[in-house]
């Protein structure tokens, strides 16, 4: 037997796996994951290494291949599952074996541990009293106040003692070298919840929820490990029907991974799970510091923690026994890695309960199509809550507002008088409302009134954005500048903003309602490390009667006092270059309706279009998920959309634009040269290739772009396909100039 072996993740220059052969008293240890010692390079240096593939075929002249020298027993722990996981990663989604490993692993480097230190004393109360008598007398302040705080305490914290004692190290040396005392610390692993004492009350559930839970616990308990997606309309309690099923799952002595797509989800989430299930939660998210993220995983090894709850990284907890997996709004595109490689934590979900024995429950008001397809034709469970969780809380009554029919009739304002009349009786009840609009800043663009020229970003092809204060801000790069009092291009001094973001929404909402306390929620208030928290906390507690903002609002949040949401502009994500958005129209809308009404109080919903017979709008309005599936369906079957055709897009980028051409035509004519063998060998459709051609934004960062799409049904086909394409393209001289990722849709 032989095993393929990557080469330590810290030795960032080796990319490829080496082949060694396994000693055969080491073949029943070594599997796929295991950590191993090898004889490297050619002083046969011992290395670490991680196996990832086991072969009878030799791939070199087997005189040259080298035995492996042993196994690391420290490493064959819950990485062995990782690094099975990493391989995939890399197999299926076209990354380097380095890219998947750092995915998988994101804590491998040292971070520097937090060191709790204490001052402990060693002789008895009557001895240090005694040696703080001879202090005093000595006239050796600070030993003596060291040593008369030992009388009372067995041990004081190293912090207090310098802090509030002013002593440092030099007084308290010799005090250590005689024996007195001793100063020990410890490992402190931080936790990002802060513990209070908070209980849940008694949670009733309705027939709906018992019957999906009784059934999940019948099916766990008779072995059946399977994806189920639980389909309920916003407010009929997922939530409540997860918790019920962890609980089924710790008792069985195993461990739960819970998926949220936002970090703005995290606190009234996390406070839900941390009330049922106390110090057993813990959460990671990118704004945590590395420390605090490997102390997260360091409890999840050690287990302290038993549930883990955070976005798509947390897939990656090193759980020894993971037994649950749960996807909350599964939806949302923050599940998809924007990085190589390209994953999507839905399908990467699938793949870790199949390799670990674990079920993974799906929840959506609003599932994607393609996990709602799965589930209608039965390849995964359905589970459905058709009614609210609270008996008092109906669905909110919903108006499209035609803002075609707004401007006939004279008005040239971004709020429509149903929404204007709604919000004034909102602010005299004592009630709140929710603003969305999904762009950020001032104005969508800059732009000149006499050339008709718009202000764009110097290192990409899209315009400025123009924020409060005269900023202009891209959005892709990050370039700043100040607006311009003339025309960059004809020197006009007809220059100015044109569209609507939060921020000009927040100017607008204060002038209207003077009275009224306004928040406003985007990127932008919330860059801090806490700042979606204190937002969020604020409008909890009542602290403003109106708050504004990005999607990033409208997604999992419950607050009782809103009863009226306004939806300025429903169309901006409708005319978008994809083809799924439609299907984010829907969905973003429902979500958006969802947020009133889910306390006693009755909920309105005001959604203002251009576009009001639009089937994403009409559906959404009436928060029927099943006519909207229909209709999308048609779509994307006349089209050849996913989820009926499998869509991989091979993505290019380099600095310099006659290089990606040329690269590019490499790959079309590779990819219909293979893809030919593959249909003929597979006896399947034709590969459907579209393109080359230039991405949305044809440059980013002075880096231009360019897609070639590939069509078919059979999605390990597109995946051998890319397999050929990236061996192909290591010969090309063109290959360390141009980077390619694949990113399946």
């Known amino acids: 037997m032989y095993a393929n072996i990557i080469i330590d993740i810290s030795h960032e220059m080796v990319d490829r796996p080496f082949q060694y052969r396994i000693p055969a008293h080491l073949e029943p240890e070594i599997l796929v994951g295991t950590q191993v010692r090898i004889p490297f390079g050619a002083g046969n240096h011992l290395r670490k290494g991680y196996v990832v593939d086991l072969t009878k075929q030799a791939e070199f002249d087997i005189q040259k291949i080298k035995d492996i020298a042993g196994v690391v027993v420290e490493g064959v722990t819950a990485q062995t599952r990782l690094i099975q996981l990493a391989w995939w990663l890399k197999e299926r989604y076209g990354s380097t074996m380095n890219q998947a490993l750092k995915t998988v692993l994101p804590v491998k480097q040292k971070v520097k541990q937090k060191q709790a230190r204490f001052i402990r004393r060693l002789l008895t109360r009557e001895d240090i009293r005694a040696a703080a008598d001879e202090a005093a007398r000595k006239h050796y302040g600070a030993r003596e106040r060291l040593l008369r705080a030992l009388e009372d305490a067995d041990e004081i914290p190293y912090e207090v003692a310098a802090d509030q004692m002013n002593l440092t190290m030099a007084s308290i040396k010799p005090l250590v070298e005689k024996g007195m005392i001793a100063l020990e610390a410890e490992t402190v692993f931080r936790n990002p919840l802060i513990r209070q004492d908070l209980k849940s009350a008694a949670v009733e559930l309705n ?38 099923m962890i609980a089924h799952v710790l008792k069985a002595g195993r461990q739960v991974i819970v998926l949220i797509p936002e970090i703005a989800l995290t606190y009234q989430t996390v406070m839900r799970f941390y009330k049922r299930f106390g110090s057993l939660v813990s959460i990671i998210n990118s704004r945590m510091s590395q420390g605090e993220r490997y102390d997260q995983f360091e409890r999840a090894k050690n287990g302290q923690v038993r549930i883990m709850i955070g976005p798509r990284s947390a897939l990656f907890t090193p759980f020894c026994d993971p037994g649950l997996i749960i996807m909350d709004e599964e939806h949302e595109t923050a599940y998809k890695s924007e990085t190589s490689p390209r994953y999507h934590a839905r399908e990467v979900a699938v793949r870790l309960g199949a390799t670990c024995n674990a079920s993974v429950v799906l929840g959506s008001a609003t599932p994607s199509l393609e996990a709602y397809t799965k589930a209608v034709e039965g390849t995964w469970h359905l589970y459905q809550l058709t009614q609210r969780a609270k008996k008092d809380s109906r669905m909110a009554q919903v108006h499209v507002v035609d803002l075609r029919t707004e401007l006939k009739e004279g008005n040239r304002s971004m709020f429509s008088r149903k929404l204007l009349e709604a919000m004034t009786q909102r602010l005299k009840a004592g009630q709140q409302t929710m603003l969305f609009m999904n762009r950020r800043g001032y104005a969508s663009f800059v732009s000149c009134r006499s050339c008709g020229e718009a202000v764009k970003c110097p290192h990409c092809d899209v315009t400025l954005t123009l924020h409060f204060g005269q900023k202009l801000v891209c959005h892709y790069c990050g370039h700043e500048t100040k607006a311009p009092n003339h025309c960059p291009q004809c020197g006009s001094p007809y220059i100015a903003g044109f569209g609507t973001g939060t921020q000009k929404v927040e100017e607008m909402t204060k002038k209207m309602f003077p009275q009224a306390r306004v928040l406003r929620m985007d990127m932008d208030t919330t860059s801090k490390k806490e700042g979606h928290q204190e937002i969020l906390s604020a409008f909890a507690q009542g602290k403003a009667d109106i708050l504004i903002g990005t999607q990033m609002i409208v997604k999992g949040h419950d607050f009782p006092k809103v009863t009226l949401v306004g939806v300025l502009a429903a169309d901006l994500s409708l005319y978008t270059s994809d083809f799924r958005c439609g299907e984010r129209t829907f969905q973003l809308l429902c979500q958006a309706a969802g947020r009133a009404g889910r306390g006693e109080l009755f909920g309105e919903v005001v959604i203002q279009t ?136």
């Open 207 to 244: 027939r709906e929820q018992e019957a999906a839970v009784k059934d999940f616990a019948d099916r766990y308990d008779r072995g059946i490990r399977e994806t189920a997606l639980l389909y309920g309309v916003t407010g009929s309690g997922k939530t409540e029907v997860y918790m019920e």
């Open 610 to 745: 251009y576009n009001p017979e639009h089937y994403s709008i009409t559906c959404a309005a009436a928060q029927d998920y099943r006519s909207f599936y229909r209709q999308e369906m048609v779509y994307r079957d006349m089209l050849g959309y996913p989820p009926r055709i499998q869509l991989l897009a091979v993505m290019a980028s380099c600095k310099s634009e006659e290089t990606l051409n040329e690269a590019m035509e490499h790959l079309s004519r590779w990819a219909g040269e293979e893809g030919g063998l593959l249909e003929a060998e597979a006896e399947g459709g034709r590969v459907e290739m579209i393109g080359p051609a230039q991405a949305t934004v044809y440059k980013v960062n002075d880096i231009y772009r360019k897609i070639l799409y590939l069509k078919q049904e059979n999605c390990d086909i597109l995946i051998k396909l890319k397999s050929c394409l990236e061996q192909r393209r290591r010969n090309a001289w063109w290959q360390q100039q141009v980077m390619i990722q694949y990113d399946f849709a």
